[in-house]
């Protein structure tokens, strides 16, 4: 018991152990998809805000190009306009210098650009577009610019500068004042860049444009003009110092840092005490001999990153919800499954447990009913055996009862037949006559009993008639006349009106009502009371009730079932026979009817007969 508790114990364990690794080992693989999620995520933001800043930067490429672009013939062509050739030639000519004064000042009107001015060989300008401003070029000596020194010795040369009388940046396209082959002077046109840097702001895509040394000329950042992405080396400031690009404007080195996040180039700025991360994107425009790049601020893009992963965590902790609360429900389904099915193996178990309880009790049934059969059969041989013992019985009290009958008067008869013929022989006839009429009577009372005997086979099956009750009791009356006149018994007869009518046979009822008031004749002879009444009325239920009533002793409780017994008499040796009321019972219950004997509260026996009223059959209504 003890060892396999612990073992149960180390199983668990066990179970908890490895769930526990699983979940660690789950956790670490959620974390590591999430870091790589966010490092890929990141990446994919950085590229995307790559393509963008391209895009910028193409566009500003393709702007500034453009814009350049539109300036860059002018130079030549106004080279050869005839006021400016004839100046060239003739410089100190006022009227010449006024009039191309104003040509320059006209066409720069038209075409919208900063200065157009016109230098002699030695790189004094003899006339400008703002001959009339405050800060005039005219008389200005720009021999130092590169743009002046390659076009006096006749290239067309192009230069951007922050221009050292105007004090504002232009870029330079400077083409020689050609006569007949000969350079005479130089013209150069100036144009404004103010106008493309206020379209960049100062947002998250900061473009700039810097120049081979790295400082920058143009952005939209006007903190970081002239500032240098590269640092500041003296060779770089001497290269700037000869051209005087910059005119007295102090340069100065940018913070940064450079980094490379995968593909791209990032930069680290030190802005206002803290550092700014840009996408560095940039394109050379040899041409122009600047550089334009893009620097796109990556707070957002981080951010952006940031918010993804955050919200792939999210997604991946709604997933392990989601799963868990999977998993949990199947679980539970699981479990619930598994109830289902103990309690149907349950139910099943208790079905077949009761099935067996049932077949069992069932067999027991069967088995009770088996031995019910048998005591059932023993009980009917039983009761065979007793009908045939009682018939037996009831034959050999009937023999004796009739031997005893018959005997007496056959030896009486015996005996006065033979004094008869003694009293023949001696001349006694008269005697003998009267030995011979005693014999008659003797005979007669035989063939009385053996007319009661003939009764018992009757036939129940007699069809019945309806029988009115005054009739039969008229006959009956006649019959019982003498031995109610011999008892000197005062009978009264009542009946209800009209007579009630029954269904019997006339004869054998009138042989009961002879029979049960011979009887009570017999019950009240040599008494004081000797009154016998018959009543005949129709009771409740549609039946009809005669009774006998007698005031004579009654029949006591004891031997009220037995009086109706086969051969039952109190009555003294040669006197009753016991067959009456066994007769009228039979017969009575053959009618459909019961006989039946109480003792009335005042004395005297009531012999009760029930029987069916036929009222109904002659379709006459009880009254
Ligand atoms: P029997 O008249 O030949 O004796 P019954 O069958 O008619 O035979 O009567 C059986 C017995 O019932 C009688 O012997 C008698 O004891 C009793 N009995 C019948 N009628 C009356 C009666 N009215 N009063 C008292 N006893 C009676």
């Not at 041409?287 to 951010?303: F, I, K, Q």
Request: aromatic share 6%; with cysteine; hydrophobic share 45%.
């Amino acid at each position: 018991m003890m060892l396999s508790l612990s073992a149960g114990g180390g199983a668990r364990a066990f179970l908890k152990n490895r769930f526990f690794l699983i979940v660690v080992g789950l956790a670490a693989v959620v974390l590591a998809l999430i870091v790589h999620g966010s490092h890929v995520a990141g990446r994919s933001y950085m590229h995307e805000a790559s393509e963008q800043a391209g895009t910028t930067l193409r566009l500003a490429v393709s702007a500034l190009d453009g814009h350049l672009r539109r300036f860059e013939a002018l130079p030549a062509l106004i080279a050869d306009h005839d006021d400016v050739e004839a100046l060239i030639v003739d410089p100190a000519n006022p009227a010449l210098r006024a009039a191309t004064n104003l040509y320059l000042k006209d066409i720069n009107a038209l075409l919208k650009s900063s200065d157009i001015y016109v230098m002699t060989m030695d790189g004094m300008t003899i006339a400008a577009s703002n001959f009339d401003s405050d800060t005039s070029f005219v008389g200005e000596n720009f021999s130092y610019r590169p743009y002046f020194q390659e076009a006096a010795v006749g290239q067309q040369s192009r230069f951007y500068a922050l221009g050292t009388t105007s004090a504002k940046r232009g870029y330079y396209f400077s083409s020689p004042i050609e006569i007949g082959g000969t350079i005479f002077g130089v013209i150069v046109f100036k144009v404004d860049i103010d106008g493309i840097e206020a379209s960049w702001g100062d947002g998250d895509s900061r473009i700039v444009v810097s120049d081979p040394q790295g400082i920058i000329f143009m952005t939209g950042t006007p903190r970081w003009l002239y500032s240098s992405f590269l640092p500041l080396t003296p060779e770089r400031l001497a290269n700037t110092k000869a051209s005087r690009r910059y005119s007295d404007a102090v340069l100065r080195e940018l913070p940064v840092q450079g980094a490379k996040d995968g593909d791209h180039a990032m930069l680290s700025i030190s802005e206002e005490g803290a550092d700014k991360e840009f996408l560095f994107l940039s394109q050379p425009m040899p041409e122009a001999g600047w550089t334009v790049a893009v620097l796109m601020d990556t707070a957002s893009v981080r951010a952006q990153a940031q918010i993804a992963t955050i919200v792939a965590v999210l997604l991946v902790c709604l997933a392990f919800l989601g799963g868990a609360i999977l998993v949990q429900r199947r679980m539970r389904l699981a479990e619930r499954i598994k109830l289902q099915a103990e309690a149907q193996e349950n139910l099943e178990r208790r079905v077949e447990e009761r099935t067996a309880d049932l077949a069992r009790v069932n067999g027991q049934i069967k088995q009770e009913i088996a031995e019910r059969r048998l005591t059932e059969r023993r009980l009917r041989r039983t009761q065979a055996d007793l009908i045939q013992a009682g018939k037996l019985a009831g034959l050999g009290q009937m023999s004796a009862a009739l031997s005893h009958e018959f005997n007496q008067p056959l030896a009486a008869t015996k005996t006065y037949a033979d004094s008869a013929a003694l009293l023949i022989e001696r001349g006694r006839p008269g005697e003998a006559s009267d030995n011979l009429r005693r014999i008659s009577a003797l005979i007669d009372r035989m063939a009385s009993i053996s007319r009661h005997l003939r009764n018992f086979a009757r036939k129940p099956e007699e069809k019945l008639s309806v029988v009115s009750f005054d009739d039969v009791m008229r006959d009956t009356l006649e019959i019982v006349d003498a031995r109610l006149r011999a008892a000197d018994a005062a009978l009264r007869v009542e009946m209800d009106t009209p007579p009630p009518v029954v269904l019997a046979g006339a004869v054998r009822l009138q042989q009961v009502l002879v029979n049960i008031i011979t009887n009570a004749a017999d019950a009240i002879e040599g008494l004081e009371d000797r009154r016998i009444i018959v009543s005949a009325g129709r009771s409740d239920d549609g039946r009809v009730v005669i009774t006998v009533r007698d005031h004579g002793p009654g029949v006591p409780a004891a031997i009220r079932e037995r009086i109706f017994d086969p051969f039952y008499t109190t009555k003294g040796v040669g006197k009753g026979l016991g067959l009456g009321l066994s007769i009228s019972y039979n017969i009575v219950k053959d009618f459909g009817g019961s006989l039946s004997v109480t003792d009335h509260p005042e004395g005297g026996a009531v012999f009760a007969i029930e029987l069916t009223s036929a009222d109904a059959a002659i379709g006459r209504a009880a009254e």
